[in-house]
């Protein structure tokens, strides 16, 4: 939970992912700590209390976009990860600036959707079987007065079925399972009896047959939902929610539901009940009150590539994805309402995260108004060869553990020796200087590249043990990077 992280305790989790950047990981800490600190204050000040947005400067591959992912897991936060340059001015098209708030609506609703249902999996599970014994046992189930439905007290029957394809016992026939399923055979002895009480017998064997898995493999009739691609797509600029209509669901409601007549096996059966029973046992309404409240007290929007909506002041003419962009952003950013198709969410307490590189324009370029509504401001520094070291063995998902588990499923153990792991980060280093600064990005290309042969032919040589120093690194990568053209291209 957000109280039981302190501000020191985050930037440790953070530090086991990101390497460096020690102001921006508290930057970031600190303002996910005032959360919860605001919660805990009188509520007649805790609306009062506006988030205090922050602005990441940093080249590209120095750990922003990362920063802000990781910072949202930590607290399970709604996360939405959008770029500025998508959106363009009202009138013009392009994604309107107000969709960012309604697709984290939509994926926080799916998110508690998701969790809400695996809370209920035990009661469903205990549905979908039910309804998995009326398939293998039609007509089972008891009346109001008793009887069974479809069963004749005169009747008596003797059958042997074979359930080698399918479990699909007559409707009419009241059926008692004397034998479980013979190894040699397979087959199940089926004995009729008059008494309502051996139909419940032969239910509770099927079920102990069930849960024991024995019927896995079997066939049984079902009508599965279709998954036919939509006819209609609708694209809209401003969104239909304004209407308080939404087209797809209306036009879906008017659509017949599409099911298909299928044979599945007793184990997809349950799977596909089971999901079935779950989505019905949530209650949609109680799912959509707590998304809202979700998105409105703990949403956090990552606005990347901000730079490239802020204005250098040297171009002239309409500026469709510039100021006009900053223009609608600020009302969202300031704290607005906007209508959904769960209703009217307000912004006013959603930590906006702004990220962007700023080589041509600064953050002075952004309007005065936009620019108070994101007071704290970070420049997170480039990368060297020590930090690239780090990154490449410290975090938990470091490249080369990547690369080591990856091959280990060929059969292969590979090993990089320490002064390997030097030339890969002094090479990094050197690429980034001459050509393009990519900042962390640069590992993937160099590791790729370097590891191209082995990843080739590894499936021919399984059980080997390579390792990789740093004259193993010079032979496949020195040629490229003295060829400073050819290494402007393939690096």
């Known amino acids: 939970m957000m109280k039981d992280l302190k501000p020191r305790e985050i ?60 910072l949202a897991n930590l607290t399970d936060s709604p996360f939405y990860k959008v770029e500025a340059s998508k959106f363009t001015e009202v009138g013009y098209v392009g994604r ?82 004397i034998e479980s399923i013979q190894e040699s055979e397979n087959k199940i002895d089926i004995v009729t009896s008059k008494s309502d009480k051996n139909i419940s017998s032969t239910r509770e064997k099927l079920r102990k047959m069930l849960k024991a898995g024995k019927l896995d493999s079997r066939l049984v009739d079902m009508d599965v939902p279709s998954r036919a691609m939509p006819m209609i797509e609708i694209f809209t600029n401003a969104g239909m929610e304004e209407m308080g209509i939404n087209m797809k669901d209306m036009l879906g409601s008017m659509m017949p539901k599409n099911t298909k007549r299928r044979k599945v096996k007793v184990s997809e059966a349950m799977k596909i009940l089971c999901q079935e029973e779950a989505a019905h046992l949530v209650d949609m309404e109680k799912v959509t009150a707590e998304a809202v409240e979700l998105v409105e007290q703990s949403g956090i929007i990552f606005l990347d590539e901000i730079d490239k909506v802020a204005g250098n002041g040297g171009s002239h003419g309409p500026e469709v994805s510039r ?38 324009s600064k953050p002075s370029d952004l309007i005065p108004e936009l620019q108070g509504r994101f007071p704290i401001r ?56 001459r050509t393009e600064n990519i900042g962390a990005r640069r590992l993937h290309t160099l590791m790729e590249k370097l590891l191209e042969d082995i990843l080739f032919e590894v499936p021919d040589t399984a059980g080997d043990k390579i390792i990789v120093d740093a004259a193993f690194v010079d032979g496949q990568l020195m040629e490229i990077v003295k060829d400073e053209d050819l290494s402007r291209y393939i690096l």
């Open 96 to 177: 309107d600036v107000e969709s960012m708030i309604r697709d984290l609506v939509e994926l926080t609703v799916n998110n508690v959707k998701a969790k809400q249902q695996e809370a209920v999996q035990e009661k469903a599970a205990t549905i979908a079987e039910e309804r998995v014994l009326d398939l293998l046992l039609p007509g089972s189930e008891a009346k109001p007065n008793g009887s069974i439905a479809g069963f004749e007290p005169d009747g008596q029957y003797e059958n042997e079925i074979d359930i080698n394809n399918s479990v699909n016992f007559p409707t009419n026939i009241a059926t008692e399972i």
């Open 378 to 433: 970070v420049e997170l520094h480039s990368l060297g060869k020590d930090e690239f070291k780090r990154i490449l063995t410290e975090p938990k998902n470091a490249l080369i553990l990547q690369y080591m588990a990856l091959l280990r499923t060929e059969g292969v153990e590979i090993e990089f020796t320490d002064d390997a792991i030097d030339r890969i980060a002094a090479i990094a280093v050197d690429v980034n200087d």
């Open 11 to 70: 930037v440790e989790k953070l530090d086991r992912y990101i390497i460096g950047q020690k102001n921006a990981k508290k930057s970031v800490a600190i303002a996910l700590r005032n959360r919860w600190r605001r919660k805990q204050v009188s509520e007649d000040l805790r609306d009062e209390i506006a988030p205090k947005n922050i602005i990441l400067i940093g080249s590209t591959g120095v750990g922003k976009t990362e920063i802000a992912r990781r």
């Open 323 to 360: 100021e006009g962009v900053q223009r609608d952003l600020l009302p969202i950013v300031e704290g607005s309402s906007v209508p959904t198709r769960y209703g009217i969410v307000k912004t006013d307490h959603i930590l906006f995260i702004a990220s962007g590189a700023f080589h041509v």
